[in-house]
């Protein structure tokens, strides 16, 4: 929700108001039916004291789920273990109470107590409980006044609740910050109140130094020339609709208990204007999601620049996320919304109320139908879709897809791929996928990533003739009854075909024979098409197909380039 536009402020102040009025509920209903039902404990007291002691119960018992939830990972544990606490703190308030009251008075104790934040609602409980059956009324003002054999007067252990409430939600706001699961997006090392981009007191990071030191980068033949263009552009074009520079994220990661530094992504510059569709492709950990995360602001660069519209992701992330639709390569949905309750949700948190423009996008998602249904009904492809739809809400400016056809069948998949190019028409559109179909099909610029780095830049068709292998025919000779006038006709084709000086046999299988013709050899194509038709009219071959180097086959020939010196590349700081 953050990445989508989410203010981290508001949505926590949401979740309060709705938690404090469900808590409120819930205390006037349970105080008002045990005077109903004229429990004991509650006759002689003032509803108002009841009201408070049990309201602040549950601001103590909340701070600890709030807690709770930081720590652990699903919400499923997290909410499990809550519920076990309350239950903890009922039982252990009305089983403890008469007992630790006579502890309470006792100085040892009496600290030792203070410090259980769970004690508080129990001493209470029993006290005022205490002199209600015994036919001494507690009215609100017997709060401040200490009674003979207790302590301190009775609102002190209202300020203890409240101290614990206060410990409990700075534990967890550092929690929260610290942990990779927090709700800011943004996982701070443990000593972040010390450090000086919290306090927004990071130097600028001064663009014309990076294009200086870019310089060398640009010169450096082992570069890739494309790649070095691209660095080239992205130093010159600080405005684009996405400008990425030097890009550099380092993790630490933890193994055999030492901290280890790993360049996830190592001197990546990118550019992309409106209007275009970028793809990165890459293996497994080439760095695509940690450049994805660096642009939505769920990771902070360790070095370079991004800058989407003009607007830098270190200091003005805000503004970039109200121009800013993610769809995440795990859904991300709420189990209690349906389809179309998300959909106004992400509308609302965009600033925008156009119902006419949900109805579009859930038919362009085909989930028109599926409105009303919630995402346990929904299928793993019908999810997606729905992300793609959250991404698109609001009509941002800059939409970034990750692996967002994974999953889907091939017609879904197509109906995807029909709304993207729909939608490039006046967005960037940014893409991470593992599918080379899809990035030819979809993109613009294509950006190989291998081992943190890219590796190839360009549109598909440059790649292919940059680094593809040139031209494949394909022929196949009529299936004959004796094997030697078969073999004959394969070998009359090798002859023919590998007459000429640069092809080459590439395959050869049953009746088809693969022949390559590099790049520089398309002159001599017209002339090796007119041989292999003269041969199908005399019918040595039957049929025969001319294809070009396919994008995977670049894909495979640079990231096994990129591969040679694995280990050196796997580098620690
Ligand atoms: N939070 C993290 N802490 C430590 N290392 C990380 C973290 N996130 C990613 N990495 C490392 O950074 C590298 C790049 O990971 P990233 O997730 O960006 O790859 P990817 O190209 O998106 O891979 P995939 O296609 O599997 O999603 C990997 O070596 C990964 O182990």
Known sequence: MTINGMRNYLYHLSW??????????SVVIFVSSCYALKFGAFLNTNPAVMLLLYWSACQVWLAHAYLIVSIVKTVKVGLTLSYILVCFNVLFAFATGGVLYNYYSQRFFHGILNSIPVFHFSYVQYVVGLRSVSDVYFGFKDLFIKAEGEPTAIYVNF???????????????????????????????????FTKSYWG?????????????????????????????????????????????????????????????????????????????????????????????????????????VMVLGHDVRYQINSIRRVLGVCPQHDILFDQLTVL???????????????????????????????????????????????????LVGSPKVVILDEPTTGLDPKTRLLIWNLIQREKMNKLILLTTHSME???????????????????????????????????IQVTVPSVSSDAQGAEKLERTKEVILSYESASLVKSNANNLMFNFPNNSLDQLASVIDSVENMVENGVVKEWSLSQTTLEEVYLKVTSKASFGFDSDLQKL
């Open 16 to 25: 309060f108001i709705h938690v404090q009025v469900l808590i409120l509920i």
């Open 438 to 472: 899809e990035a030819e099909k979809l993109s613009d610029k294509v950006a190989i990533m291998a081992f943190g780095e890219v590796k190839a830049v360009g549109n598909s068709l440059h790649l292919k003739s940059r680094f593809g292998n040139g031209y494949n």
């Open 341 to 391: 309750e998300h959909l106004n949700l992400f509308m609302m948190i965009k600033g925008q109320k156009d119902q006419g423009e949900i109805q579009t996008l859930l038919q362009d998602v085909n989930l028109w139908d599926a409105r009303n249904k919630k995402p346990d009904e929904l299928s793993g492809g019908m999810k997606r879709r729905l992300s793609l739809a959250i991404s």
């Open 201 to 305: 007191l990071t130097p600028k990071v001064n663009h014309d130094a990076l294009v200086e030191s870019s310089q060398d980068l640009m010169n450096d033949d082992s570069i890739e020339l494309d790649v070095r263009n691209e660095i080239k552009l992205a130093a010159s074009s600080p405005d684009a609709a996405l400008n990425i520079l030097q890009l550099q994220k380092d993790y630490n990661s933890l193994s055999c208990c030492r901290i280890n530094k790993v360049k996830a992504v190592k001197n990546v510059s990118l550019t992309a204007n409106l209007g275009s569709c970028v793809s990165i492709l890459g293996h497994n950990g080439a760095g695509k999601t940690t450049t994805i995360s660096t642009i939505v602001g769920s990771a902070k660069p360790t070095n370079g620049t």
């Open 159 to 193: 300020l203890y609740m409240l101290l614990h409430v206060s410990i409990s939600v700075v534990v967890w706001w550092f929690i929260d910050n610290v942990s990779p699961t927090s709700c800011n997006g943004v996982t701070r090392p443990f000593y972040f109140l």
